[in-house]
C-alpha cells in the first residue's frame, strides 16, 4: 500500500502541500481532484521523487519509506509515474518505448513476461509494435506511455492527467483501459480534471484545495454530492452539506471552486476575455492621451476609465493584459515624432540596412512595396524599409 502522512511541500516561500495524508491499496482507482494550482501534480511528484521542492512528511509503499529517494529507487519499490504529457520517446517503436520501462531492476528478468500480459490487456499496443510513437494519435500515445510505465512492474501506477488533450470518445476509450489495469490488480492513484470520468471509474476519491484535503469520500457518494457537483462537475445546487458518511478530518464542503479544464488548443484573447477585441483597441485608441503620458508598456499604473472598469470587472492577469492592449493601441496611433516609443522586438536600423536577402522560397519574403521592416530612430523618426519591386534590395525612408 502507498501511504502519505503529513506530506508538506514548499517552493520557496510558497507552500504548496500542507500535511496531506492519504493512500493507495492495489486493486483501487484513486483519484484526486481539486483546481488548478491546488497542487495535484506536487503530490504525485513528490512521491515520485522528482519534486522541486522541499517535502517533508512521510511517505512509504509496503512500509519502506519513499521521503528522499532518487526516481529510480521509487520505481524499484513499486510506484510508477506517468507524467503529465506522457513523455514518450516520438522516434522511438511503440515496443521500444514498452521495453525501456522493462529496465529497472525489478523489472527486467520478467520484461518478457510483463510484455505478454501487457499486451493481452492491450492488445492495440501489440498491433503497433513497430509504429513510430510520433505517428500515433493522442489515445494512442496515452495508452504507449500507460504500457511503459508498466513495464517496470509497479504496484501503484499514478497518472497525471492522462486525458488531457484527448477527445471524448479517446478519453472514455481510456479510463475503461484504466479499469482493466485495476483488474490487473495495480493500484492507480489518478489526478484528473475530467472529474466527471474519474468519478465512473474510481473507488475513491481526495478533494484537495489550497494544498490540504479537504475531503475523503468513495467515489459514487463525491459523485452524488450536489456540493460537489458543484464545484468539480459544472454541476448547480452548491448549497449542500457535506455528505453524513464524510470523516471528520474531511468534513468540510468543497469550495464553489470553477475547474478550468485545460486544453491542448490556445485561446484568442476575445475567447478569454468575453470581449470583443477589436472594439476594444478602438476604444483605447480614441482615448488621445498627451504625448507626456505616455509609458513605456510596462508601466501600469497609469489610471485611465478604462482601466478603472477592467479593475473592477476582469481578474488580475486578463486586467494586465488589457492594459498592455490599452497601451500597444494608444502607441500606435500616436503620431511617430511625439512617441518615445519602446519596441524592443524590432531589429535596430544598424542591422537591418546590412540585412542579407533572405534565400526562402518567395512566398516566404516580404512583398514588394510592403514595408519590410519599421525602426524607430534615436531621434524619434521612424526608418521604413521597403522590398525594391523583383530585387532583393531594400529602399530606406524616414518619417
Ligand atoms: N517548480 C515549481 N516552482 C514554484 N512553484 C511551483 C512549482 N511547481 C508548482 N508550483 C506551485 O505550486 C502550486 C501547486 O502546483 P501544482 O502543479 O501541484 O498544482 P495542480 O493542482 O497540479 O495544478 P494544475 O491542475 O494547474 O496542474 C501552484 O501554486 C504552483 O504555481
Known amino acids: 500500500m502507498l501511504e502519505l502522512h503529513g506530506l508538506s511541500v514548499t517552493y520557496g516561500k510558497h507552500r504548496a502541500l500542507d500535511g496531506v495524508s492519504l493512500y493507495t491499496k492495489p486493486g483501487e482507482i484513486v483519484v484526486i481532484l481539486g483546481a488548478n494550482g491546488a497542487g495535484k501534480s506536487t503530490v504525485l511528484k513528490s512521491i515520485a521523487g522528482i519534486c522541486e521542492g522541499r517535502v517533508t512528511g512521510a511517505m512509504s509503499m509496503n512500509g519502506e519509506g519513499l521521503l528522499g529517494l532518487p526516481p529510480h529507487k521509487v520505481v524499484e519499490r513499486g510506484v510508477a509515474l506517468v507524467p503529465e504529457g506522457r ?63 508498466m513495464m517496470s512492474n509497479p504496484t501503484i501506477l499514478m497518472l497525471d492527467e492522462p486525458s488531457l488533450g484527448l477527445s471524448p470518445l479517446l478519453s472514455r476509450e481510456l479510463f475503461q483501459n484504466l479499469k482493466a489495469v485495476r483488474e490487473a490488480g495495480l493500484g492507480i492513484l489518478l489526478v484528473e480534471q475530467n472529474a466527471r470520468l474519474s468519478l465512473g471509474i474510481a473507488d475513491r476519491g481526495y478533494l484537495l484545495e489550497n494544498g490540504e484535503i479537504l475531503r475523503e469520500e468513495r467515489a459514487d457518494v463525491l459523485r452524488s454530492d450536489p456540493a460537489v457537483q458543484a464545484a468539480y462537475l459544472g454541476g448547480g445546487g452548491a448549497k449542500s452539506t457535506p455528505a453524513q458518511t464524510a470523516k471528520p478530518a474531511a468534513s468540510v464542503t468543497p469550495p464553489a471552486v470553477t475547474v478550468r479544464q485545460k486544453t491542448a488548443t490556445t485561446q484568442s484573447a476575445s475567447q478569454v476575455s468575453g470581449l470583443d477585441i477589436t472594439a476594444l483597441v478602438s476604444r483605447a485608441a480614441q482615448q488621445s492621451l498627451p504625448a507626456r503620458d505616455m509609458r513605456p508598456t510596462t508601466a501600469h499604473t497609469t489610471t485611465t476609465p478604462a482601466r478603472t472598469r477592467h479593475d473592477r470587472a476582469t481578474p488580475d492577469p486578463l486586467r494586465k493584459l488589457l492594459a498592455e492592449m490599452e497601451d500597444a493601441a494608444r502607441a500606435a496611433h500616436m503620431p511617430a515624432t511625439d512617441t518615445p516609443l519602446t519596441m524592443p522586438a524590432l531589429r535596430p536600423a544598424s542591422r537591418l540596412s546590412t540585412m542579407k536577402p533572405r534565400t526562402t522560397p518567395e512566398d516566404a519574403r516580404p512583398a514588394a512595396n510592403q514595408p519590410a521592416q519599421v525602426a524607430p530612430t534615436p531621434g524619434g523618426k521612424v526608418e521604413i524599409y521597403r522590398r525594391r519591386p523583383g530585387s532583393t534590395q531594400f529602399d530606406r525612408t524616414e518619417r
Open 87 to 149: 513523455g514518450v520517446f516520438a522516434d522511438l517503436s511503440v515496443r521500444e518505448n514498452l521495453m525501456l520501462g522493462a529496465n529497472p531492476e525489478r523489472a527486467r528478468e520478467d520484461a518478457q513476461a510483463n510484455y505478454d500480459r501487457l499486451i493481452g490487456l492491450f492488445p492495440k499496443l501489440a498491433e503497433r509494435a513497430g509504429q513510430t510513437v510520433r505517428t500515433m494519435s493522442g489515445g494512442e500515445q496515452q495508452m504507449v506511455a500507460i504500457g511503459r510505465a
